[in-house]
Each structure stands twice: as structure tokens, then as C-alpha cells.
């Protein structure tokens, strides 16, 4: 295939005989009822991933209606297909496991079949990822449309919201502070509409970030999933894709070096979701880039956290859109970003800004010299219990544990977790440190979402709502509390995250910026010895078997190696 071909000639099956491929590709196309003038059109492809597991995609039917309306007036050819659909809630053992899944699903339907740009429609969580992975390795223009928040719910006069509300009423009734009865009336209302999760978890966090990189049109990622405006961004997003497939700009002519940048500055002020990090990185280093995620943490030294939205601040999803979306927090970021960065509108960060509505009176977006937290959302750690490294949400994190040192009480893996952590007889005490073993990319399988520990139900009745708690796992990004994650290596690779056992002593320093476990290294390298091996696992076959062989850890975006080449730059610059 070479740039010159176009709609149906582009990507041919083949026979021997190009003309013959052409002539058969049509010949069966045109079974779906197209003319001759519709097959010599621009053809933009429409990733649709409706599924019936999928809450947050609920709208997705009436974004592709939309999204072809504008490509047929902008004279495209719009062609629907599917691919896979991730759902938080519903994917065994996590949607993590799964993502990587879907970024190759994505790639190679936008290689095999014949389109001149693609529009990627996403929401959930790991969805928008995948997508931009794909498309980042493919190289087909692409734009990226995401399904939008849910509107907020309203329990007992009190507004709601999946899923922060979710944990909070959750841990109340583990308390014992709400009855089975109550617990079941807010269940109704904390997912009122279709769409993604209204706080600023991972679904929305992605969705801002894919807007200050470029990829999604201004004013796109805050738009309600149930609003009449989130169809017109449909429709314009189909209208610009032609455009985007007539003049074949690329993804890496957006997601650059400075976009990618752009989008770390976005998530460390939105006080966004963790996961994100992950994300970012496999997303870079498909583009050819290494996150360098101390480089990461002094841009949060600089970056505070502007955005008043759960769960490090009080408001939800559409109270941002009301106060004008994402365009309101780039204003006030505005002297730390990179505004020649382009976007698919093809004009520049910068002069989207300028074209921007003038701002109003808000409460959501706080002026950068009165910001909700003084420096970004996270912050990275070093120290012997993580040598590679380890993330924890300062802003969603109680201050007075920011410095801490305890006893810890240590799981070996999430299902000994669920079997004792509710145990009356549970030697735990509020001071202590949890520690969650094997929840890693390959302990999981998948870095499951278990890094928010359970405080002991024994404590919870106590009124303890927070402690420290430490894994080589994941967090829901609308979760709060003070906790570690991403710890790597990983315990499942002999990480030293393996080696803690009760009693130890663990020192947790934010400021710092240090995670260490003062057990002295002769003890250390005991019990590395007594490790041994690992215990023979059963044959694996099938997609299991290429994660756990091909699985990267956390601080290269726990992506498959063969993904991407080895990177060769560095986002952000030292």
C-alpha cells in the first residue's frame, strides 16, 4: 500500500491482480447497498463499541448516526465496524488484562480494512487508551470521539455519582452506618444515566487528557453522554475526520513529544486518575518515546491541582462542562503548556484558546494562585520497597499519613485478602500499613483495580476511614485515601514487594519521595533465598499465555514488548 491510494483501493486484499481485488472488494461492498459515487468517496471508518455489558457506550448508537451525518456533508463515505467493548465492571479478571487486547484489535482493523481515517468512539476506562495505542501503531489519521459523562444521580435530596459515591456509601455500610435497605435505594442512583463515571476517575481523566493532546476536538471531553451537544460534537468529529483523511495527517503529527506533555501537565492539574499514568506511558511509547516519570514528578512539583471534582474536591463531571469544560483549566495552565502543539482541528492549542468563549464566574476551576492542592495530584517514589518505582494521588490522600511509619500487615494475594480482612481476630490496629502482595500486571493477572484496600471492617466501626496501604496494584481513579500503587517490581516477578512479612516496619515519606522497608538486607537476601523458585504454574494457552509472556510492569505502561519499538526519546524532557 502506498500514501497515493485512496477509500477503496487502500489496504487490498491480496490476489496477484490489484485491479481483480479491487473489482471483487466492490462487488461485495455494494451487496450493503452502495453506488459506485458513494465507493468513490472519502471513506472514513467508525470504530463502533456499542455492547450490551456496556453502561458507559449506551449512547454510541446515536454518536455513530451522528458522527456519519457529518461525514456524508463534508462528502465521506462513512463505513461502521466493530471492535471490542471494555466495561469496568465487567471484565474478568479486570479490564487492564484486556486493554492491551483491544489496542491490537483497534491496530489491525484500522490496517486491514480499506478507510481513509478513522473515527475512534470510547468512554470507559481502558477504552480511550486502547484506541489511541492502536491508533498511535497503525498510522491511520484518526480523531477520537468519547461517549461522555453520566449526569449525576440524587439519593435522600444529596446528589451522587458513580462511582467516588459508590466507595463512600460502600464503606458506610460496611460500618454499619446505613441499613440493607439504604445501601439498595442508593445502588438506584448512582448511575442515572448512560455514559461514564461522573467524577473525574479514569474515563474522564483520559477524555480530558485526549483533548489537551490534540486528539479530540476542543470543548469535546466534558459534554454529557444524554446532552443534544454531545451528538453535534459527534457530528462535527465525522466532518473533520474527512478532512483529516484528505490531507493524511497522522496521530504522530499530533501526539507529539510536546502534546504528550501537554496531557501530563492536564492530568497532574485535574488531580486525575493513576491509571492514567500507566496509560500515558504505553500510549508514548508506542510514538517512540520513554515516560520518565521522575521528570514526571518535578512537573508535579510545579503543577498544582486547579479542578475542584471528586474524589479530590467536591463537584462532578457536569458541573465542569457548566463551567466551560476543559478550556477553563487550559487557561489558567496556559504559561506551562506547549501552544504550538497541534490538534485535529488543525489549528494549535493556542489558538483554540484564543478562540475560546471569555471565562465566567465558576467555582470548579480554581485560579492557578489559589489552586485546591499546591503541587500535583501525584507524586512518584522511590526506595528499596520500589526500586523501579511507585505512584501514590497525594491530593486524594490524608496529609497526616503523607509521613508515616508502621507495622505491616501483609496479604499474599487478593483472595487472602477477601478471606481475612474482616476477621474479628485480625491483628491490625489503626497505625499499621497493608500491604498487598501479587496484584501486579502478572501477579493479577492484569494489575487489577485492588490497590484500595478494604479498611478492616473491625476499624471501620471504629471510625478509622483511612490508612496507609501499599500494593503492586492499580486504584480506581474516582477512590481516594492514602495509597501506594504501581509498586515495581512487581511482587509476582520477585519484586522486593515479595520479601515484606508481618511486623515489618515500612517508612513512607511523600515528601521526600522515598517507600522504604527497614528490614536490613541480610535479612532481605534470607528470604529472597527462601523464595526459591516459583512454584510451577498450570499450562497456559491462548491470549493468557501471550499476556503473561509478553507483559511489561507499570513504568513502561504495562504494554506487551513486542508493541512498540525500544524508545528512543523522552516525554517529559529532563
Not at 44 to 49: D, E, F, L, R, S
Amino acid at each position: 500500500m502506498t500514501d497515493d491510494k485512496r477509500g477503496m483501493q487502500r489496504g487490498l486484499t491480496t490476489y496477484g491482480d490489484a485491479e481483480f481485488s479491487v473489482f471483487l472488494r466492490k462487488a461485495f461492498i455494494k451487496a450493503m447497498g452502495y453506488s459506485e459515487d458513494a465507493l468513490s468517496r472519502p471513506i472514513v471508518g467508525i470504530a463502533n463499541t456499542f455492547s450490551g455489558y456496556n453502561a458507559c457506550h449506551g449512547n454510541v448508537p446515536d454518536l455513530v448516526e451522528a458522527v456519519k451525518r457529518g461525514v456524508m456533508l463534508a462528502g465521506g463515505l462513512p463505513v461502521e465496524f466493530p471492535t471490542i467493548s471494555l466495561h469496568e465492571s465487567f471484565a474478568y479478571p479486570t479490564s487492564m488484562y484486556l486493554r492491551n487486547l483491544m489496542a491490537m484489535d483497534t491496530e489491525e482493523m484500522l490496517r486491514a480494512q480499506p478507510m481513509d481515517s478513522v473515527v475512534l468512539i470510547g468512554g470507559c476506562d481502558k477504552t480511550v487508551p486502547a484506541q489511541l495505542m492502536g491508533a498511535a501503531s497503525a498510522a491511520t489519521p484518526a480523531i477520537q470521539l468519547v461517549t461522555g459523562p453520566m449526569l449525576s444521580g440524587s439519593h435522600r435530596g444529596a446528589r451522587v455519582g458513580a462511582c467516588t459515591d459508590c466507595r463512600r456509601f460502600w464503606a458506610r455500610y460496611r460500618a454499619d452506618e446505613i441499613d440493607d435497605q439504604e445501601i439498595l435505594e442508593v445502588n438506584d442512583q448512582l448511575v442515572p444515566t448512560a455514559g461514564t463515571c461522573s467524577v473525574m476517575g479514569t474515563a474522564s481523566t483520559m477524555a480530558c487528557i485526549a483533548e489537551a493532546m490534540g486528539m479530540m476536538l476542543p470543548n469535546s471531553a466534558t459534554a454529557p453522554a444524554v446532552l443534544a451537544e454531545r451528538r453535534r460534537l459527534a457530528e462535527m468529529t465525522g466532518t473533520e475526520a474527512v478532512r483529516l483523511g484528505t490531507q493524511r495527517i497522522m496521530p504522530q503529527q499530533i501526539m507529539t513529544q510536546q502534546a504528550l506533555e501537554n496531557g501530563l501537565r492536564v492530568l497532574l492539574a485535574l488531580g486525575g486518575s493513576t491509571n492514567a499514568i500507566i496509560h500515558l506511558t504505553a500510549i508514548a511509547r508506542r510514538l517512540g518515546f520513554r515516560m520518565d516519570l521522575e521528570s514526571f514528578d518535578r512537573l508535579g512539583r510545579e503543577t498544582p491541582v486547579l479542578v475542584d471534582l471528586k474524589p479530590s474536591g467536591r463537584f462532578y463531571m457536569d458541573d465542569l462542562h457548566r463551567a466551560g469544560g476543559l478550556m477553563t483549566l487550559l487557561r489558567e495552565l496556559r504559561p506551562l503548556l506547549h501552544l504550538d502543539a497541534m490538534t485535529v482541528n488543525g489549528c494549535s492549542l493556542g489558538e483554540n484558546l484564543d478562540a475560546s468563549p471569555e471565562p465566567w464566574a465558576q467555582e470548579v476551576v480554581r485560579p492557578f494562585a489559589e489552586p485546591l492542592y499546591p503541587e500535583g495530584s501525584m507524586a512518584f517514589l522511590r526506595g528499596n520497597l520500589a526500586p523501579n518505582g511507585a505512584i501514590i494521588k497525594q491530593s486524594a490522600a490524608s496529609q497526616t499519613l503523607m509521613q508515616h511509619e508502621g507495622r505491616a500487615v501483609v496479604f499474599r494475594d487478593a483472595e487472602d485478602l477477601a478471606r481475612r480482612i474482616d476477621d474479628p481476630d485480625l491483628d491490625v490496629g489503626p497505625e499499621d500499613i497493608l500491604v498487598l502482595q501479587r496484584i501486579g500486571p502478572k501477579g493479577g493477572p492484569g494489575m487489577p483495580e485492588a490497590g484500595y484496600l478494604p479498611i478492616p471492617r473491625k476499624l471501620a466501626r471504629q471510625g478509622v476511614t483511612d490508612m496507609v496501604r501499599i500494593s503492586d496494584g492499580r486504584m480506581s481513579g474516582t477512590a481516594a485515601g492514602t495509597i501506594v500503587l504501581h509498586v515495581s517490581p512487581e511482587a509476582a516477578e520477585g519484586g522486593p514487594l515479595a520479601l515484606v512479612r508481618d511486623g515489618d516496619l515500612i517508612r513512607l515519606d511523600v515528601k521526600n519521595r522515598r517507600l522504604d522497608l527497614l528490614v536490613d538486607d541480610a535479612e532481605l537476601e534470607q528470604r529472597r533465598s527462601a523464595l526459591g523458585s516459583s512454584q510451577a504454574s498450570a499450562p497456559m494457552a491462548g491470549y493468557r499465555h501471550l499476556f503473561m509472556e509478553s507483559v511489561l510492569q507499570a513504568e513502561d505502561g504495562c504494554d506487551f514488548s513486542f508493541s512498540a519499538p525500544t524508545p528512543t526519546e523522552t516525554v517529559p524532557q529532563p
